[in-house]
T-cell receptor, first 108, second 117 residues
Framework: GQNIDQPTEMTATEGAIVQINCTYQTSGFNGLFWYQQHAGEAPTFLSYNVLDGLEEKGRFSSFLSRSKGYSYLLLKELQMKDSASYLC?????????FGTGTRLQVFP | DGGITQSPKYLFRKEGQNVTLSCEQN?????MYWYRQDPGQGLRLIYYSQIVNDFQKGDIAEGYSVSREKKESFPLTVTSAQKNPTAFYLC????????????????FGPGTRLTVL
């Protein structure tokens, strides 16, 4: 079967660092995407990993371990506008498989 | 400006009526997708199309139908057979090929919130 697990909710303080984990078991693997989705809006692309290791993009970084079926998204210097849902998605042959998302609330 | 448009943003229908949601893209993408999102849930795939005049069922296709007569357009019809149609519907497109390839990030439209009364 196909399964992607993420925590349902997380909270953090402005200026802090937060790590959102994603574990996956899928029949195929062609890369892992992270998307950000603000309430009532469409998801927007954050990062992509296909090889093991860390990809850094400004305040956001994403890590992948294919042998462990594990990824995380690291958000540094949190801002209030980072309050959103973060979706982990695994690439299959012709479609993406999405996790249920992690809702992050950033408090002042 | 290239992008994906969905209309309308909010849609209200009476129970038992079919309704068609529009999705148009001018990105020259081959593949298009329809997702449904319920409150506090992730995205569930309804239908997708890799090429004109061809489409495949996703995980929750029952009660929905699609067509792909033109590359730019992928309308979704929510039929009266769909038991619980009230949801947020998202259309997406990708250039095509392997879904996980680095050039193949999904671009999403703004979504249509359908409420069935």
């Amino acid at each position: 079967g196909q399964n992607i697990d993420q925590p349902t909710e997380m909270t953090a303080t402005e200026g802090a660092i937060v790590q959102i984990n994603c574990t996956y078991q899928t029949s195929g693997f062609n890369g892992l995407f992270w998307y950000q989705q603000h309430a009532g809006e469409a998801p927007t692309f954050l990062s992509y990993n296909v090889l093991d290791g860390l990809e850094e993009k400004g305040r956001f970084s994403s890590f992948l371990s294919r042998s462990k079926g594990y990824s995380y998204l690291l958000l540094k210097e949190l801002q209030m506008k980072d309050s959103a849902s973060y979706l982990c998605a695994v690439g299959g042959t012709d479609k993406l498989i999405f996790g249920t998302g992690t809702r992050l609330q950033v408090f002042p | 400006d290239g992008g994906i448009t969905q209309s309308p943003k909010y849609l209200f229908r009476k129970e038992g009526q079919n309704v068609t949601l529009s999705c148009e893209q001018n990105l020259n993408h081959d593949a298009m997708y329809w997702y449904r999102q319920d409150p506090g849930q992730g995205l569930r795939l309804i239908y997708y199309s890799q090429i004109v005049n061809d489409f495949q069922k996703g995980d929750i296709a029952e009660g929905y139908s699609v067509s792909r007569e033109k590359k730019e357009s992928f309308p979704l019809t929510v039929t009266s057979a769909q038991k619980n149609p009230t949801a947020f519907y998202l259309c997406a497109s990708t250039p095509g090929g392997l879904a996980g390839a680095p050039y193949n990030e999904q671009f999403f439209g703004p979504g249509t919130r359908l409420t069935v009364l």
